[in-house]
């Protein structure tokens, strides 16, 4: 399963309710049981809080720009 791949390999996972009626969308009762059921921590839950997506989105916006000026 992926989620066991992720927690082996220590990858971040974003937590989504993949609703496809308006009634579900923020129920992440499902995915919360997978992640838990494959041992992921809090740590590699990116969407965990909203810190944690500013901080990610910063880095990869510092790592492109240097990835973009290593290229000109």
């Not at 009626?21 to 590699?44: C, H, M, P």
Request: net charge positive.
């Amino acid at each position: 399963m992926l989620a066991q791949l992720a927690k082996k390999h220590k990858a971040l996972v974003a937590i989504n309710s993949d609703a496809h009626i308006f009634s579900s969308v923020g129920d992440v009762t499902r995915a919360l049981e997978i992640v838990r059921g494959a041992g992921i921590v809090a740590e590699q839950i990116l969407n965990l809080t909203t810190e944690k997506v500013e901080n990610f989105l910063s880095w990869h916006r510092q790592h492109y720009k240097i990835s973009q000026e290593k290229k000109a």
